[in-house]
C-alpha cells in the first residue's frame, strides 16, 4: 500500500495527465474557425441604412451574432446612397432623394460603424448598368441605352420599369468606372463588390452603336436574329470580359489593398441569359472573392448548384461562399431551410455564407424573431475570421 501521501500525489499527476490529453485532443478537433458570415443591407423593405442609429443598432445585432461581413447598397435605382461628385456631374443629383438619407454621408456611416465592431465592409454595386426607366440618368442620356431587336428598351423587373445601360459603350464604361473608383478611392473600404446586374441580358444589344460595333470588327457579319445564338452571346460576353479587366486594374490603382468580389448567379444562367461570364473572370484573376447566389428553396437542387465543375475549379482557386435567400417580404424561407443550407455549405468546404437580406433574417418568418435569432446564434455560435 501506498502512503496516504503519495496516493494523493499519484492521482493528482494522474489527473493533471488526463487533462493535458484531453485539452490537446481538444485544441486539435477544434481549430481556429475561418468563415464568411455575411449579409446584404439593402434599402427596399429594409430601414436599417436609413438612420445612424438604425446602422448602430443593426449592426450591433449582426456582431452579437458573429457575422463578420457586411454588404451595404451603395448604387440602387438609379442613384447613389453617397454624396456622389461623379452623379451629380453626370445626371445633375449627387445622392438618392430618400428624406432619410438627407444630410447623411451613409456609407461612411456604415463604414466607421462596421470597422468599429470589427466588420469587414464591402459596398455593393447593386444595380450594375440597370436602372429606372423614368430616373433622370435614363431620361438625360438617351443614347447610353441598349435596346432589343425590335427597338423596345424597357425590361420588367417584377413591377418595376427597367432599362440597360450599354456596356460596351465607352460613355458608358467611364461613368461605371468613374463611380466605382469614387467610392475605392475616397472611402476606407475593404472591398467592392458587383453582382448579376454587372452584366446585360441577352436580349438586349440591338442598339445602332453595338450593331455597328460588330459589323466593323467582323465584316460582312451582321449580329443574329436569335439573341441566344452562340457565337453573338459569346461576341457580347466577350466584350464584357474586356471592361471587367479594366475594372479590377482601375480598382486596383486607385486602391491596391481593395478586394474585388462578385455576386453571380450560377454559369448555365449568367452567361446565356445575363453574359455574364464570371468563371473566365475568376480564371483570369480579374475577380478575388465569389458569393454564388444559390437561392433554391430545394435542398436536392441547392446542393447540385454547389456541386457544379466550375463552382468547384473556383473553390479550389479563391474564396467562395454561397449566397442564402433568408427570405423576401412576400416569401419567407424557414429557418429550418436556412440551416441546411448552411450545414451543406459546411459539408462541402465552401468559404462561408452569406444571406439576402437584413431583414428577412429576422422578420416574415414563421418563427418570432427572438426565436429566429436564437436558432441563428446556435448557427453561428462561435466567433470566425473571413477567409484570406
Not at 69 to 94: C, D, M, R
Not at 354 to 379: C, I, K, M
Amino acid at each position: 500500500m501506498f502512503p496516504k501521501r503519495k496516493v494523493i500525489y499519484f492521482l493528482i499527476s494522474f489527473l493533471i495527465i488526463i487533462g493535458i490529453s484531453f485539452n490537446s485532443i481538444a485544441v486539435s478537433q477544434s481549430p481556429t474557425k475561418t468563415e464568411v458570415r455575411g449579409v446584404w443591407l439593402t434599402n427596399i423593405d429594409s430601414d436599417i441604412l436609413f438612420s445612424k442609429s438604425n446602422i448602430q443598432a443593426g449592426l450591433d445585432r449582426l456582431v452579437k451574432l458573429n457575422f463578420n461581413t457586411i454588404y451595404p447598397t451603395v448604387w440602387q435605382e438609379g442613384y447613389t446612397l453617397y454624396p456622389s461628385k461623379v452623379a451629380k456631374e453626370t445626371f445633375g443629383i449627387s445622392l438618392d432623394p430618400n428624406p432619410d438619407l438627407q444630410q447623411r454621408d451613409m456609407l461612411q456611416e456604415i463604414i466607421t460603424e462596421g470597422h468599429k465592431r470589427g466588420l469587414t465592409v464591402i459596398p455593393w454595386f447593386e444595380f450594375g448598368f440597370m436602372s429606372p426607366a423614368e430616373s433622370e440618368l435614363a431620361q438625360q442620356h438617351p443614347d447610353w441605352l441598349t435596346q432589343r431587336q425590335d427597338g423596345t428598351k424597357i425590361r420588367k423587373e417584377g413591377s418595376s420599369e427597367r432599362v440597360w445601360l450599354n456596356p460596351f459603350q465607352p460613355e458608358v464604361q467611364e461613368f461605371i468606372l468613374d463611380l466605382v473608383t469614387e467610392i475605392v478611392t475616397n472611402y476606407d473600404v475593404d472591398g467592392i463588390q458587383f453582382d448579376d446586374h454587372f452584366a446585360l441580358p441577352s436580349d438586349f444589344g440591338y442598339d445602332d452603336f453595338t450593331v455597328s460595333l460588330y459589323e466593323q470588327e467582323l465584316k460582312g457579319l451582321t449580329p443574329s436574329d436569335n439573341f441566344q445564338e452562340t457565337f453573338w452571346v459569346r461576341w457580347r460576353a466577350d466584350k464584357l470580359n474586356q471592361f471587367m479587366e479594366r475594372m479590377f486594374y482601375a480598382i486596383k490603382a486607385a486602391n491596391p489593398d481593395c478586394l474585388v468580389s462578385l455576386s453571380p448567379n450560377p454559369l448555365h444562367f449568367s452567361l446565356p441569359a445575363y453574359l455574364q461570364d464570371w468563371f473566365t473572370w475568376e480564371r483570369k484573376g480579374w475577380i478575388e472573392e465569389i458569393a454564388l447566389q444559390v437561392y433554391r428553396p430545394d435542398l436536392d437542387r441547392f446542393i447540385t448548384e454547389l456541386e457544379r465543375t466550375e463552382v468547384e475549379l473556383a473553390k479550389a482557386h479563391i474564396p467562395v461562399s454561397i449566397g442564402i435567400l433568408s427570405g423576401l417580404k412576400d416569401r419567407s424561407t424557414s429557418t429550418h431551410t436556412i440551416i441546411e443550407q448552411v450545414e451543406a455549405v459546411r459539408d462541402r468546404d465552401f468559404a462561408g455564407v452569406s444571406f439576402f437580406f437584413y431583414e428577412s433574417l429576422w422578420n416574415w418568418t414563421e418563427d418570432l424573431p427572438a426565436v429566429r435569432e436564437g436558432r441563428l446564434q446556435h448557427l453561428f455560435s462561435q466567433p470566425a475570421k473571413r477567409p484570406s
